[in-house]
């Protein structure tokens, strides 16, 4: 047997902890742990003691020790594929309009008038019957512009998708990302009865600062604040899961303890808070890179964030607090995984949606007619991976980063570091303490 090269150990006042970045175990360890993982290499596990024994089994379940056969990155190129091929579902990103009736400063799409046409419409509904015939899943996540401008179609195709799926006794699930403000009394219902679960509302400070960032376009002096946390609660009491993002730079991160009280004093604490990284993603948002946080500084300030959440009652110990295992990155790099415009334009990374000249096709166009461009942008994404990088390679948490965000990998040619580069050890020590706290 063999060490993991994955291992990370933190000491602490009073004890020790161990981490495996190929399976995301953390544990206490003692000086037995030590003992045998010092000498792991020497030891004849056939004439030691049952406790060693089983300790050595444990360490091997939590993956510190591997056999001498084992090659871990092996392991993490056939997660990699297997992950980006696999065909089991189909995970659809549809966008019914790319209009959007809010101006944030900081967005990096470029809005377009229109709303998905009948026609669009029917090759999607094609397109989930024939993926129902053969997959075992369905996931749908609405999206846009803003995609409550387009209800109407949302829950005409959630209607039909719904049908498909129990036609062919598919599972089906979705959800959507919306800024809030169209939500409407009896959205709620019409939620549970499309089965979208899963909604994501962007609150970027309390009111003032919130409304400063998240304008409405045709009145930019009137507040949305108000009105999305009314939505918000609506949502929340009819027993839906709802997700608040908090997209944090330098102008209102100094706010983001004072929402999370907000949301406290409103007994909402089973709200799921997360915070997103502003960035300069796109052509269309390249003018506030000087208002970005770093990502040393953004991961530093998410673990300030995570703190305080535990402190004042809110779910703080998953994702995104808790690195996970990766196979492949995302949707960009998964075969099975589409981001759908209003007009049929089919592309690979949500960042590119709207943006024609990233496309990777059209629903609207057979295969066989699509254009050479086309193709090869898919296949960059496809073929894009962490094992042809030298720094990749000798990173030390590359099975829970597995080379970083495909788009700027593909997009912008650079590889840059996920935050748990900057603050791994800090966040398991939070989470163990916190852990710890909550079993009092």
Known sequence: ???????????????????????????????????????????????????????????????????????????????????????????????????????????????????????VQNKLIEIVENSAKMKKRIDVTWYGGEPLLAKKVIYSLSEKFIEICEKYNVDYYAGIITNGYLLSEGDEELFKKYRIHDIQITIDGTRDIHNKRRILKKDPEKGTFDTIITNI????????????????????????????????NKNMTKLNINFGHVSAYTEFNENIENECLSMANYAAESLILQEFLFENGFDASGFPYYPGIKGNYCGADSISTYVIDAEGYKYKCWNEVGNIKEAVGNILIDSENYQDKWILREIEYMTWNPFENKFCMSCDILPICMGGCPYNGVSKGDQKCERWKFSLSESLIKMYEQKKEAMK
């Open 233 to 264: 609660e609506r949502l929340y009491n009819a027993g839906l899961e709802v997700d608040i993002r908090v997209n944090i730079d330098k102008n209102n991160i100094g706010d983001t303890k004072e929402l999370i009280l907000f949301f406290k």
């Open 1 to 119: 047997m063999k060490k993991s090269r994955y291992n990370l150990f933190l000491n602490l006042e009073d004890t020790k902890l161990a981490f495996n970045g190929m399976t995301c175990a953390l544990a206490e360890v003692d000086e037995e742990f030590d003992k045998i993982y010092s000498d792991i290499e020497n030891i004849d596990i056939n004439i030691i003691d049952e406790k060693s024994k089983k300790l050595i089994s444990d360490m091997k379940a939590g993956g510190y020790i591997i056999d001498d056969s084992c090659d871990e990155i092996k392991i993490l190129k056939y997660r990699n594929q297997r992950g980006k091929f696999d065909t089991d579902f189909v995970s659809l990103v549809i966008a019914p309009t790319m209009a959007c009736n809010f101006a944030c400063p900081y967005c990096y799409e470029k809005a377009k008038s229109g709303i998905m046409s009948g026609k």
